[in-house]
């Protein structure tokens, strides 16, 4: 299914074509300036929203609306067109909103302690299918401006490449989003991070490194072995010199695995050169890898460790636990192979935009 937000603005103005120029203006201002839905772009005539909409139906159809922290995490579950799901989650702070998107149905990276590439790849999603995500969150976020664009949700961004930067782009040019304030995660997609380094984004990323062997790497991140950690260290500094942007390697604890004195030792080793920023997230349970997370002291030892040599590190704040919306949990249904087990649900909204955030 095509979406709307395929089109950039010379696609919209063929698609106008025939109506007034200043039509084009103001579906495109009303769409990607105000990111209102279609049915609330008012200063298009009702009969042409109808005509679009019958054509350009939402590629998002919520399955599940579901939140936790009070209220300021909230996950949607969306259903696709042809039957495939994706996970999408809000996070709202003091200071900044996030919504963290999925660039694919599932994931064919399978790392072992993450849910989606336990479950499997389904799809690659469109710019539309993506771009929707983001404005689906921003008017659940209103009054608040969501300000940040995580492509951490299901799938590998750098695998679905063209997509993802054709996004970033747009977020950028037509929704006014600093680059500083999108952030593209990776596992290790060697030849992506590469290409990304040359298309002259300050964009931030985040490599999900989790070990800084490769026999461990191997075990946890497979992608490795066809990509191993002295071909990522190249691709990573490439990334530095010619952005000069600072690198973030993830780092999900795993008691016993990674979270060891000699884990930390070679995590120095792999970061210092870089002047990487190591983000620390306590392993979050997911049904297919039962190994525990490292205990909270062994987290406070690590990040400890890790500045004591010289390492800016940061443990990141876990959020949407008990709804399966942390980090490695995003795959509740994809390829209906899970069911949704909702803890704090709130009414699927069937029709246009969530009810705004409080």
């Given at each position: 299914?095509?979406?709307?937000y395929?089109?950039?603005?010379?696609?919209?103005?063929d698609?106008?074509?025939?109506?007034?120029?200043?039509?084009?203006?103001?579906?495109?201002?009303?769409?990607?300036?105000?990111?209102?839905?279609?049915a609330?772009?008012?200063?298009?005539?009702?009969?042409?929203?109808?005509?679009?909409a019958?054509?350009?139906?939402?590629t998002?159809?919520?399955?599940?609306?579901?939140?936790?922290?009070?209220g300021?995490t909230?996950?949607?579950?969306?259903?696709?067109?042809?039957?495939a799901?994706v996970?999408?989650?809000?996070m709202v702070?003091?200071?900044?909103?996030?919504v963290?998107?999925?660039s694919q149905a599932g994931?064919?990276?399978?790392?072992?302690?993450?849910a989606?590439?336990?479950?499997?790849?389904?799809?690659?999603?469109?710019?539309?299918?993506?771009?929707?995500?983001?404005?689906y969150a921003?008017?659940?976020?209103?009054?608040?401006r969501?300000?940040?664009?995580?492509?951490?949700?299901m799938?590998?961004p750098?695998?679905?490449y063209?997509?993802?930067?054709?996004?970033?782009?747009?977020?950028?040019?037509?929704?006014?989003?600093?680059?500083?304030?999108?952030?593209v995660?990776t596992?290790g997609?060697?030849p992506?991070?590469?290409?990304?380094?040359?298309?002259g984004?300050?964009?931030?990323?985040?490599?999900?490194?989790?070990?800084?062997?490769?026999?461990?790497?191997?075990s946890?991140?497979?992608?490795n072995?066809?990509?191993?950690?002295?071909?990522l260290?190249?691709?990573?500094?490439?990334w530095?010199t010619a952005?000069?942007?600072?690198?973030?390697?993830?780092?999900?604890?795993?008691?016993?695995?990674?979270?060891?004195?000699?884990?930390r030792?070679e995590?120095?080793d792999?970061?210092?050169?870089?002047?990487?920023?190591?983000?620390?997230?306590?392993?979050?349970?997911?049904?297919?890898y039962?190994?525990?997370?490292?205990?909270?002291e062994?987290?406070?030892?690590f990040?400890?460790g890790?500045?004591a040599r010289?390492?800016?590190?940061?443990v990141?704040n876990?959020?949407?636990?008990?709804?399966?919306?942390?980090?490695g949990?995003?795959?509740?249904?994809?390829?209906a192979k899970r069911?949704?087990?909702v803890?704090?649900?709130?009414?699927?909204?069937?029709?246009?935009?969530?009810?705004?955030?409080e």
């Open positions: 299914m095509v979406s709307l395929d089109f950039d603005r010379d696609g919209l103005a698609l106008l074509e025939g109506e007034p120029r200043f039509r084009v203006d103001q579906l495109w201002r009303g769409l990607w300036v105000e990111g209102r839905s279609l609330d772009v008012t200063t298009v005539p009702a009969a042409l929203r109808a005509s679009l019958q054509r350009f139906p939402s998002l159809v919520p399955q599940a609306d579901v939140s936790s922290d009070h300021s909230r996950k949607w579950v969306f259903a696709l067109a042809d039957g799901t996970e999408t989650v809000l702070y003091d200071d900044r909103v996030t963290c998107v999925s994931c064919a990276m399978g790392c072992t302690f993450c989606t590439g336990q479950a499997g790849f389904t799809r690659q999603l469109s710019v539309g299918e993506v771009v929707e995500q983001v404005l921003t008017r659940a976020a209103s009054p608040r969501l300000s940040n664009v995580v492509f951490m949700g799938g590998e750098l695998a679905n063209r997509v993802t930067v054709d996004v970033v782009r747009r977020l950028h040019d037509a929704r006014g989003l600093s680059a500083r304030h999108l952030t995660s596992v997609v060697v992506g991070i590469e290409r990304l380094a040359r298309e984004l300050p964009l931030t990323l985040a490599v999900s490194l989790h070990a800084a062997n490769d026999e461990t790497r191997d946890l991140v497979p992608l072995r066809r990509y191993p950690l002295a071909r260290y190249d691709a990573c500094e490439l530095v952005t000069g942007r600072r690198l973030s390697f993830e780092w999900a604890l795993i008691d016993g695995v990674n979270d060891t004195d000699r884990a030792d995590l120095v792999f970061a210092s050169g870089l002047h990487a920023h190591v983000n620390l997230i306590p392993l979050n349970p997911t049904p297919g039962l190994v525990r997370g490292s205990s909270p062994r987290v406070r030892a990040r400890d890790l500045v010289g390492v800016n590190a940061t990141r876990t959020r949407g636990r008990s709804i399966d919306a942390a980090c949990q995003l795959a509740a249904v994809t390829n069911s949704l087990t803890r704090a649900s709130r009414p699927v909204v069937p029709e246009g935009p969530p009810p705004a955030h």
